[in-house]
Every structure is written in structure tokens, then in C-alpha cells.
């Protein structure tokens, strides 16, 4: 399993509309196993695309912007 590294910056850079649990995770320095909890606790915002779950890239760079409302 190939790894890559991401950042807070670079997901800000990023024209995507989604990310992964795997790039959450890696900006945060956290395990992806972490993120699943986080989100299925609520605290990290959330899509179920069929099978597969991905995280609104704005909503989730908010939850880090201090001057976010």
C-alpha cells in the first residue's frame, strides 16, 4: 500500500471538491482509523457516495480556520 503525504496547505490549494479519510488523515498526522471514528461521531462532516464515504474538502478546512462562523 502506497502512502502519500498531504497537507493543510495543500488541501487548501486543491480544486477538488472531496477528499479521503486517508488524506484527512495524513494532514492531520493521525491514523485513518481516527478519522473513521471522527466521523462517524459527527465531528468530521461527511458524504456516503454508495459504498464509499468522502469529506466535503471546504467543510472540512473550516473546522480549522479559526475565523470560520
Same mark, same amino acid.
Given at each position: 500500500?502506497?502512502?502519500? %503525504? +498531504? *497537507? $493543510?496547505d495543500q488541501l ?5 471538491? =472531496? ?14 482509523? %481516527? +478519522? *473513521? $471514528?471522527?466521523i462517524e461521531n459527527?465531528?468530521?462532516?461527511? =458524504? ?22
Open positions: 500500500m502506497r502512502t502519500t %503525504t +498531504v *497537507t $493543510i487548501r490549494e486543491s480544486r477538488s471538491v =472531496i477528499i479521503t479519510r486517508a488524506e484527512a488523515a495524513s494532514a492531520l498526522g493521525i491514523d485513518p482509523r %481516527t +478519522v *473513521t $471514528i471522527a459527527g465531528d468530521i462532516p461527511s =458524504i456516503k457516495l454508495g459504498r464509499r464515504v468522502v469529506i466535503p474538502r471546504e467543510k472540512f478546512l473550516r473546522l480549522f480556520d479559526p475565523d470560520a462562523k
